[in-house]
């Protein structure tokens, strides 16, 4: 009787769990389905490679496209020595205490601040205090910002996993501290670093508010020539010719279609997390 018992209530958790996970999937699935039934259309080589034309109702998002890639690897080349590094120090030099405990409330605060903040403070300190003006450097290093609180979490919990013996092992043999983190830690905790990074890459990709206020064009069909220029951004682009125009009838499926190119790098950034990850995996085994 008691097992029957046991048994329904397991049914029902596990149902109930399959459940829910088959429904997040399938709004996934829907989401996805509907902005490639709206978007495939406008799809082709000309729309991946040209301008934007007629007031972005034709023509193409190359320059949006580009944009978004310098912007990514712009926060990349900020946030992920700063990142490390904080996250090294934070795990293996920072004394235990209240120091490094008010250290990580601070982080986990920083990366639950709304984007839309950090375009502001960006925009005071790197445009206007700074003097690099509507740049790509002031939108890389604002979005390198955003993104630093990830990297500084996944590093710190990589190296948490690396066990202590190891580092005991290493100092026995008469390595310091640095060659013991530079030679045997860091490239053991390597490949969930990548992924941190690689996914936080994946959420600046996307993001509209703190480029909006620091580098975003609203209309460039050109590209830029330095990192002091604006450029022209995916999600930027999306929302202004999803919300202004004076043709949205010929706008519209351009947005689904920038949408879709959005979807699929983010799409591709995390496919390529997932293979920096299983890389690092298999050289660390080999090594």
Same mark, same amino acid.
């Given at each position: 009787?008691?097992?029957? +018992?046991?048994?329904?209530?397991?049914?029902?958790?596990?149902?109930?769990?399959?459940?829910?996970?088959?429904?997040?999937?399938?709004?996934?699935?829907?989401?996805?389905?509907?902005?490639?039934?709206?978007?495939?259309?406008?799809?082709?080589?000309?729309?991946?490679?040209?301008?934007?034309?007629?007031?972005?109702?034709?023509?193409?998002?190359?320059?949006?496209?580009?944009?978004?890639?310098?912007?990514?690897?712009?926060?990349?080349? @900020?946030?992920?020595?700063?990142?490390?590094? &904080?996250?090294?120090?934070?795990?293996?030099?920072?004394?235990?205490?209240?120091?490094?405990?008010?250290?990580?409330?601070?982080?986990?605060?920083?990366?639950?601040?709304?984007?839309?903040?950090?375009?502001?403070?960006?925009?005071?300190?790197?445009?206007?205090?700074?003097?690099?003006?509507? &740049?790509?450097?002031?939108?890389?290093?604002?979005?390198?910002?955003?993104?630093?609180?990830?990297?500084? +979490?996944?590093?710190?919990?990589?190296?948490?996993?690396?066990?202590?013996?190891? +580092?005991?092992?290493?100092?026995?043999?008469?390595?310091?501290?640095?060659?013991?983190?530079?030679?045997?830690?860091?490239?053991?905790?390597?490949?969930?670093?990548?992924?941190?990074?690689?996914?936080?890459?994946? +959420?600046?990709?996307?993001?509209?508010?703190?480029?909006?206020?620091?580098?975003?064009?609203? @209309?460039?069909?050109?590209?830029?020539?330095?990192?002091?220029?604006?450029?022209?951004?995916?999600?930027?682009?999306?929302?202004?010719?999803?919300?202004?125009?004076?043709?949205?009838?010929?706008?519209?499926?351009?947005?689904?279609?920038?949408?879709?190119?959005?979807?699929?790098?983010?799409?591709?950034?995390?496919?390529?997390?997932?293979?920096?990850?299983?890389?690092?995996?298999?050289?660390?085994?080999?090594?």
């Amino acid at each position: 009787m008691i097992n029957n +018992r046991k048994h329904f209530s397991q049914s029902i958790a596990f149902g109930t769990f399959r459940f829910l996970s088959l429904m997040v999937a399938g709004i996934l699935f829907a989401i996805l389905g509907f902005i490639i039934y709206k978007g495939i259309g406008v799809i082709n080589w000309e729309f991946l490679t040209t301008a934007p034309t007629d007031g972005m109702t034709a023509g193409g998002i190359w320059p949006a496209i580009v944009g978004t890639f310098y912007l990514m690897v712009g926060s990349a080349l @900020f946030a992920f020595p700063v990142g490390v590094m &904080s996250g090294i120090y934070m795990n293996e030099y920072a004394p235990r205490g209240w120091v490094v405990r008010f250290i990580r409330v601070m982080t986990n605060n920083l990366s639950g601040i709304p984007s839309i903040v950090f375009g502001l403070f960006g925009m005071a300190l790197f445009v206007n205090y700074l003097g690099f003006g509507d &740049s790509i450097l002031a939108g890389s290093l604002t979005l390198g910002l955003l993104c630093v609180p990830l990297v500084i +979490r996944t590093t710190e919990e990589a190296l948490k996993a690396i066990p202590d013996n190891l +580092r005991e092992g290493s100092r026995a043999l008469g390595a310091t501290k640095l060659q013991t983190i530079w030679h045997v830690i860091l490239p053991m905790a390597m490949p969930n670093v990548i992924t941190g990074l690689i996914l936080a890459m994946g +959420r600046v990709s996307g993001e509209t508010a703190p480029i909006l206020f620091t580098c975003a064009a609203y @209309f460039l069909p050109k590209l830029p020539n330095s990192v002091f220029d604006q450029c022209m951004a995916l999600p930027y682009h999306l929302y202004v010719i999803s919300t202004s125009g004076t043709n949205m009838d010929a706008q519209l499926p351009l947005a689904y279609g920038t949408a879709l190119v959005l979807i699929v790098i983010i799409l591709f950034v995390n496919l390529l997390a997932n293979a920096l990850r299983k890389y690092f995996e298999k050289k660390v085994k080999t090594n």
